[in-house]
Nanobody, 115 residues
Framework: QVRLVQSGGGEVQAGGSLRLSCRTS????????MAWYRQAPGKQRDWVATINSDGSTNYVDSVKGRFTISRDNAWATVYLQMNNLKLEDKANYYC?????????WGQGTQVTVSS
C-alpha cells in the first residue's frame, strides 16, 4: 500500500519560514519523481516544485529563490523549505510521488500567511 504522509505547515507572518515534509512508504522512493503542488481556496491545484531521482530540481517562477525542494532517500521523505513567505503563498500544499507511471498524493497541509 502506497502512503504519503505530510507534516509541517501552519500559520506564519509574511516574511517568515516554514518547512513541509512528506514521508512515503510502499514505493521505491529512490527512483520516484517527487513534487509539491498547492491549491488556494477557489482555485485549481498548481505545481510548485519538482525534484527528480537524480536530485535535479525545478520551480515555478513565483517561488524561485524562496522555496527549496529536497529529498532524503534514506528516510523516503521529500521536503519543501519555504522562506520569505508572502500572502499569496497561502494555500493547501500537497506532495505528489510519480512512480511506475502512476501518481500518488499526500493528504495536504494548510499554510497560512498573515500580514
Amino acid at each position: 500500500q502506497v502512503r504519503l504522509v505530510q507534516s509541517g505547515g501552519g500559520e506564519v507572518q509574511a516574511g517568515g519560514s516554514l518547512r513541509l515534509s512528506c514521508r512515503t512508504s510502499g514505493i521505491n522512493f529512490k527512483i520516484a519523481r517527487m513534487a509539491w503542488y498547492r491549491q488556494a481556496p477557489g482555485k485549481q491545484r498548481d505545481w510548485v516544485a519538482t525534484i527528480n531521482s537524480d536530485g535535479s530540481t525545478n520551480y515555478v517562477d513565483s517561488v524561485k529563490g524562496r522555496f527549496t525542494i529536497s529529498r532524503d532517500n534514506a528516510w523516503a521523505t521529500v521536503y519543501l523549505q519555504m522562506n520569505n513567505l508572502k500572502l499569496e503563498d497561502k494555500a493547501n500544499y500537497y506532495c505528489r510521488a510519480t512512480w511506475c507511471g502512476l501518481d500518488y498524493w499526500g493528504q495536504g497541509t494548510q499554510v497560512t500567511v498573515s500580514s
